[in-house]
């Protein structure tokens, strides 16, 4: 705090707090930092399906490449901030989005359910989705490992 003052900076008596970082953590700047690992934090991923979530309703009329064509710059953005995170940061909102297209396939082929079942997983796999160019967050390209 004195670096602060030095500089000529206030810190905020109510949002300044000094941390454990090794066990407790702390969020910056759309981050979640943890010992020596980062991640997004929980807003932002919540920001991220705020966002996606009209874009991949069941009931969305759009095409498959229409809805991959506005959901990748906002997935290419994301991942050119957060792509420095733990490794598992990134895969839950692919899978999220995964199952919700999975669901969206079935609506439209007039079958009861959400997508989670195995076989969907089957007929629908994640290299499926990289060949209709869905972006993947997990491995920052189309194409799935």
């Known amino acids: 705090m004195r670096i602060a003052g030095r500089a000529g900076l206030t810190v905020h008596p109510i949002k300044t707090r000094i941390v454990q970082v090794q066990s407790e953590g702390f969020d910056f700047l759309g981050w979640h930092f943890r010992g020596n690992k980062k991640w997004p934090r929980k807003k932002r991923l919540q920001k991220l399906q705020d966002k996606l979530r009209p874009l991949t309703r069941r009931t969305r009329g759009w095409s498959l490449g229409a809805i991959v064509a506005k959901a990748n710059p906002i997935l290419r953005g994301w991942h050119g901030y957060f792509r ?3 490794r ?3 895969n839950g909102p692919d899978g ?3 199952r919700r297209l999975r669901a969206m396939l079935r609506k439209r082929e007039k079958r009861p359910g959400y997508g989670l079942s195995e ?3 089957r007929r629908w796999p ?3 989705f990289a060949a209709q160019g869905w972006f993947s967050l997990e491995h920052g390209t189309c194409a799935y490992g």
Do not use: C, I, P, Q
Request: no cysteine; charged share 25%; hydrophobic share 35%.
């Open 84 to 86: 420095e995170s733990h």
């Open 88 to 90: 598992t940061g990134l």
């Open 96 to 98: 999220w989005l995964r």
């Open 119 to 121: 076989a969907d997983s």
């Open 126 to 128: 994640n290299r499926w």
